[in-house]
């Protein structure tokens, strides 16, 4: 059974090295080898977005990713926005708005809100309505989290990226 | 490709609360050494706010701040009994049992406050701010964390409280339906404005316009939630989703988001709402529910300005583009007329 | 409206304050545990083998292929379920022994669960799942709620009618009042076939939970249950097993929308983890979520009303099929909550209401938001404005007139309290800018002067 | 695991020789987006999974009045590409933003379904397949059996490595109907492809036309086509051209759409499509 290999790459700026099955997914490595469980598993379809990171800065739904191809690669979780009580400026957008209930999508949409805004700082509403399209949410109509979407970006306009700093200084 | 718009309303009503085999539930409360109060119950939130407004009702209820309430709905070797969430019967439920059980732990505390200030509990009151005040006495007041301490370490008072909210069974009347399954009543009105492509029969929604009276708003922002959060699920569950495409044949069921239709953030109408906060007569602090209400009202109002907007009465949800589109056909070939060009 | 009992706030606390959700920075930064998120040593997998027929006999069982896959750890059959029947309702006297938690010997919708397989990982149980071949005599299906109660209907239930049984009728039945009379004296009649199609809670968190033995021989159980209580209680009666020795983790859920209250899955895990010794998480792909987990009920609402020129109505008949699927669940309650709100918020002085819960093949469907009032509330408001086109009045002024009133009786006998429908109608008009009539903008929801 | 094997060689004739060892027992998986899903649902999958993300099929090149995209071009990248024909509109309207920048253009033709056909028909593309017996160049016309849906061409043993299409067509357009405006399933999708007379701006010279909706996969229209021959483009062409699709299928029911309203829509999808490239050649 050769279905086992070494794959190395950095989750959070972490060096990560493990031996694992090639095919298995990078939402399963996450969720069950890592115990990074802010990725959520919605659909294992590719249907909900609610497992989505960032790869090497590009939005990607981790369980359509063997994690044979994440050799080398730099992987941004929902973890790794905030440190202790210091979140990230999407994150305190979306819980200003109430931009969340159940708060299962809640990590998927951040993360897709970071993709777009790291590469457009300033979306039109229907851009940031394109940049969510592949994330499903059943309780809050939306409407709030396009209006954190755009909270986020104002936020974060002028500041450049926000360096976290963990725990209490 | 001709567009046409259209307008329609609806007015519903919404119960709050069951009885089913009787309905009760209970909350037990205890301070801390040091004023904090910890609320248990096993009322499940289910994303609607509900670890939210029975914290704030417990605060309010105890008179101390939200801070220094912990509330604990996650195991049912500590928490008592709750039916479960549904027919928007937690916040009443569990609510008015927190109100019973901080009353219960606000007298042991104001026995103890008493003692300490060498007043009668009656002249006592909380400022919201963690103090116990007596009144129309500036200056004697106390801290709740003081009296939770001498409470436990002086005097040996247990600042604890235990409620109960019961709905009796109330049997169904074989012959007459009679029964009593409710405790109140909320209501809404909803206004429907919408745009028929002619050409597809794809039915866009660009307004609902509401008011609803659901008591007391005890958390403004969360009653909103679900008043647009409800729109959305209206909107979907009368022109997109079903499990049964062909109802009631069982073929094509869907079996993932790709193929269970539901309309996405491109496709939400502008929603405005008006709450109106008249109290209710028996919900914590005149609170009635309001999560499950909040698609019953979009949902007529939008096919009755399908009606308004193509004069075509639709019976059966979801009503889909090939629906309307076969309802235009039938139309124009009964009459041979062109569809009417009405534009609001 | 309200009386002086009721609390009202002191001013200075936090009741009608919009303060920030309890757990929105846990989400937000992805630290809440929900049940999938649960990770234990030697944590075992479980996933159901389910049948591709809506009705049929199933005559053999070859678990050979499946215990071939590598990680298969043990499959559970219904022989393996100390009291193999689920029932929710039953539970408090209300439901019927009907449905298994495991199909023995006939399945009655498309999903039905008949093996339960348990493996090292997700996809080993799943791959094993598929491997279990089952032989099946095939039977007629029915999936028509009115195809299925007429005669010679395939029989879906043990006794034969496809009717859940109220006091000894076929339907939950309200008489209030003479409706032949009023029928006759009414100067319209409006009649309407109103239907619904099921729909899926579609949460995005799937139906799920963790079983985990303990030395004690307890067994705690995370799970995205709405009702902890109910679930735990049920687990108990299938397992046959005390209720202490239960305890059930949970109370934060990713969506409900009452397609977590039927409590399919711990009774099922906490079996697996007692056979097994090990861990046991079992929990709905999307696929069961859509194809198996209970719906909405679909329904075929038949309303009749009585009307006067004026738009009043003064009578009104109504016959309700309530779709249930293969097992009635909690629609026996929907039926209740239906019977409760045929009138909504209108006063009808004159109502007769038959409510029937149809099973037919179908997978079976349950509560949801809104549970037997969506479909009469989009019944009776597509009626009201049939009633006002045919009366010649408009929308509005049909509802006014209508609009109950504090102390009015309801059709199930119970007086109208905290009644706003009439104040809530005339803010939505402001809010809209339509103009009300002055016989509207007069009108409130105090009791009617005698 | 029915899979007992993962392989994912950094050279074309790496996976050429692991196709020629597997002898037909394997499967490819370029992004992942059909493969993955598979997996997590226990579906049976051959012995060997042939991981092609590290050979270099991915680049998008123009090559003398051509653009050559390789079977690994992330849809994401198509999309941007500006291509005609409504090439790189069809890939912009395929899932979601995370889909896109995984999905490849290998993956969309493989499946016999994909999006893309529909443009890449009325393109006129070609395809080049490498297998153990070396590479072969074939239209995109005799990938997927227009009258089957059979993807004929990539039985096993060959892999696509290769679409070229024209930099450049006279007028292109891709449209699609479906029920939302991103993410959606498709009800129908209609690509034409029409060049003019060069002395009669309107008249049409010639024209391909590709349409998914008649029949459950996509397919050339050849009666919509000949409708439209040596014709100008006008109201009567238009619709005899929509009334020639009856003749292409009677269309197919699925959970988003039934058979004659697909048809209906794939009539009113072709009418638009051939309006906007009536009105585009009067300029």
């Given amino acids: 059974m050769t279905r086992s290999a070494t794959v190395r790459f950095t989750v959070n700026g972490e060096e990560t090295s493990i031996i694992v099955d090639p095919l298995a997914s990078l939402q399963t490595v996450l969720r069950e080898e890592l115990l990074l469980t802010g990725t959520k598993a919605g659909c294992r379809q590719g249907g909900c977005g609610s497992c989505s990171v960032l790869v090497n800065g590009e939005l990607e739904l981790s369980c359509l990713l063997p994690i044979a191809e994440v050799e080398g690669c730099s992987v941004e979780t929902i973890e790794g926005l905030s440190a202790g009580e210091k979140l990230h400026p999407i994150q305190t957008a979306f819980v200003e708005n109430f931009a969340l209930q159940c708060g299962f999508c809640t990590p998927g949409m951040v993360m897709a809100t970071k993709a777009l805004l790291g590469e457009n700082a300033t979306p039109t509403k229907d851009e940031v309505i394109e940049a969510l399209s592949g994330n499903i949410c059943r309780c809050t109509g939306y409407e709030p989290i396009v209006k954190a979407?755009?909270?986020?970006?104002?936020?974060?306009?002028?500041?450049?990226?926000?360096?976290?700093?963990?725990?209490e200084s | 490709m001709a567009k046409v718009k259209g307008r329609g309303m609806a007015a519903v009503n919404y119960p709050t609360g069951m009885n089913l085999g009787g309905d009760p539930t209970i909350a037990l409360i205890h301070a801390s050494t040091s004023g904090v109060f910890n609320i248990s119950i096993s009322s499940v939130e289910l994303g609607q706010g509900l670890k939210t407004v029975l914290a704030q009702i417990g605060a309010e209820a105890l008179g101390v701040p939200l801070e220094t309430v912990v509330l604990h709905n996650d195991d049912t070797d500590t928490g008592p009994y709750c039916t479960g969430t549904f027919a928007s019967r937690t916040t009443h439920r569990a609510g008015n049992a927190i109100i019973a059980a901080a009353d219960e732990a606000r007298e042991v505390m104001f026995e103890e406050a008493a003692e300490l200030l060498e007043a009668t509990p009656a002249d006592l009151m909380t400022d919201g701010a963690g103090n116990i005040l007596v009144r129309g006495a500036a200056g004697r007041s106390i801290t709740v964390a003081e009296v939770c301490s001498a409470a436990h370490f002086v005097h040996g008072r247990a600042i604890a409280g235990r409620g109960i909210f019961f709905k009796p069974k109330s049997p169904v009347d074989p012959d007459t339906g009679a029964m009593d399954p409710d405790s109140t009543e909320a209501h809404a009105c909803t206004i429907a404005e919408i745009e028929v492509d002619t050409e597809t029969g794809n039915v866009r929604v660009l307004r609902l316009s509401s008011a609803y009276e659901v008591g007391r708003a005890l958390n403004p922002r969360l009653v909103h939630g679900q008043i647009v959060g409800g729109a959305w699920m209206g909107v979907s569950h009368t022109l997109y989703e079903t499990t049964a495409p062909y109802y009631p044949l069982v073929e094509h069921a869907p079996t993932s988001f790709s193929e269970y239709l539901m309309p996405g953030p491109a496709e939400c109408p502008v929603i405005e709402a008006e709450v109106l906060g008249i109290a209710s007569s028996n919900g914590p602090y005149g609170q009635k529910g309001v999560g499950e209400m909040t698609a019953n009202s979009p949902i007529p109002a939008i096919v009755n300005a399908l009606y308004d907007a193509i004069g075509v009465r639709f019976y059966e949800l979801p009503v889909t583009p090939e629906m309307v589109l076969r309802a235009l056909e039938e139309k124009a070939s009964a009459a041979e007329l062109p569809v009417p060009e009405v534009v609001h | 409206m309200s009386d002086a009992t009721v609390r009202v706030p002191q001013g200075n606390g936090p009741v009608g304050a919009s303060v920030e959700q309890a757990d929105a920075r846990s989400h937000v930064t992805g630290h809440t545990i929900y049940v999938d998120d649960v990770q234990l040593p030697r944590l075992a997998h479980m996933v159901l083998a389910r049948s591709p027929f809506p009705h049929a006999l199933i005559r053999r069982i070859d678990l050979s292929e499946a215990e071939k896959v590598p990680g298969f750890i043990r499959a559970l059959t219904a022989a393996d379920v100390p009291k193999n029947i689920y029932t929710i309702l039953g539970l408090i006297g209300f439901g019927l022994d009907e449905e298994r938690a495991l199909a023995d010997e006939r399945v009655r919708y498309i999903g039905e669960p008949i093996v339960a397989v348990i493996a090292e990982t997700r996809a080993g149980a799943a791959e094993a799942a598929k491997l279990v071949r089952i032989d099946y005599e095939e039977l007629p299906a029915v999936f028509d709620v009115e195809e299925a109660l007429a005669p010679g209907a395939p029989a879906v239930t043990e006794w034969g009618i496809n009717a859940f049984d109220f006091d000894g009728r076929p339907f939950r039945q309200v008489r209030f009042g003479d409706v032949d009379a009023a029928m006759a004296s009414a100067d319209h009649i409006v009649e309407g076939r109103y239907q619904m199609s099921p729909i899926e809670h579609a949460p995005v968190e799937t139906t799920g939970c963790v079983a985990r033995p303990e030395p004690d021989g307890r067994f705690t159980v995370w799970t995205n249950t709405q009702a902890l209580n109910m679930s735990l209680d049920l687990t108990a009666h299938i397992l046959q097993i005390p209720t202490r020795r239960l305890r059930f983790i949970g109370?934060?859920?990713?969506?409900?929308?009452?397609?977590?209250?039927?409590?399919?899955?711990?009774?099922?895990?906490?079996l697996g983890a007692w056979k097994t010794g090990r861990p046991v998480k079992y929990v709905y792909s999307r696929e069961e979520e859509m194809v198996v987990s209970s719906t909405r009920n679909g329904v075929r609402i038949y309303m009749t009303d009585g009307v006067t020129n004026d738009g009043v109505i003064v009578a009104r008949r109504v016959r309700s099929y309530i779709d249930c699927g293969a097992y009635s669940r909690h629609t026996p309650y929907a039926v209740q909550k239906h019977a409760a709100n045929l009138a909504g918020p209108y006063f009808i002085p004159n109502a007769s209401f038959d409510?029937?819960?149809?099973?037919?093949?179908?997978?079976?469907?349950s509560a949801m938001r809104g549970f037997g009032v969506t479909e009469a509330s989009f019944a009776m408001e597509v009626q009201m404005d049939r009633i006002a086109e045919l009366t010649g009045l408009d929308p509005w002024t049909v509802r006014f007139r209508n609009a109950y009133h504090d102390g009015d009786l309801r059709p199930h006998r119970k007086p109208v309290e905290d009644a706003t429908l009439i104040e809530a109608m005339q803010a939505a008009a402001r809010l809209v800018g339509y103009e009300l009539s002055p016989e509207l903008l007069a009108m409130s929801s105090k009791p009617r002067e005698v | 695991m029915s899979v007992a094997r993962y392989v994912a060689p950094d050279t074309l004739e790496g996976i050429v020789a692991e196709m020629q060892e597997q002898e037909g027992s394997y499967a490819f998986m370029a992004g992942g987006t059909i493969v993955q899903p598979l997996l997590a649902s226990g579906s049976w999958l051959p012995r060997t999974v042939i991981g092609l993300w590290r050979a270099p099929l991915g680049a998008i090149e123009r090559v003398n009045g051509d653009v050559a995209l390789g079977a690994n071009a992330r849809l994401r990248d198509v999309a941007l590409e500006g291509l005609p024909g409504g090439l790189s509109d069809a890939a912009r309207q395929v899932g979601g933003p995370a889909v896109r920048n995984r999905a490849t253009l290998g993956g969309n033709i493989a499946t016999g379904r994909g999006d893309l056909i529909v443009p890449l028909l009325a393109l006129g593309a070609r395809v080049t397949l490498a297998s153990t017996k070396g590479t072969t160049d074939l239209s995109i016309d005799d990938v997927v059996d227009g009258a089957t849906g059979e993807v004929s061409a990539l039985a096993q043993g060959e892999l696509l490595t290769r679409v070229m299409v024209p930099a450049k067509a006279e007028r292109g357009v891709f449209m699609a109907?479906?029920?939302?405006?991103?993410?959606?399933?498709?009800?129908?999708?209609?690509?034409?492809?029409?060049?003019?007379?060069?002395?009669?701006?309107?008249?049409v010279k010639d024209v391909r036309v590709a349409v998914h909706g008649p029949q459950p996969w996509p397919q050339r229209a050849g009666p919509v086509e000949r409708a439209l021959a040596a014709r100008e483009l006008n109201a009567a062409a238009i619709t005899d051209a929509v009334a020639a699709l009856e003749s292409v299928g009677d269309g197919f029911s699925d959970s988003v759409a039934s058979a004659d309203y697909r048809l209906k829509i794939s009539g009113v999808v072709l009418r638009q499509a051939l309006e906007k490239i009536a009105g585009s050649s009067r300029q």
């Avoid at chain 1, 979407?149 to 725990?167: C, H, P």
């Avoid at chain 3, 109370?251 to 906490?270: H, I, R, S």
């Fill in chain 1, 149 to 167: 979407v755009m909270d986020a970006a104002d936020r974060l306009k002028g500041s450049d990226e926000v360096s976290l700093v963990g725990g």
């Fill in chain 3, 355 to 365: 409510i029937y819960c149809v099973y037919t093949n179908r997978q079976p469907s």
């Fill in chain 4, 177 to 203: 109907v479906g029920r939302k405006a991103y993410n959606t399933p498709c009800v129908a999708t209609v690509g034409v492809v029409a060049n003019f007379e060069p002395d009669n701006r309107n008249v």
């Fill in chain 3, 251 to 270: 109370g934060t859920v990713g969506g409900g929308f009452g397609g977590k209250v039927d409590g399919m899955v711990e009774p099922l895990a906490t």
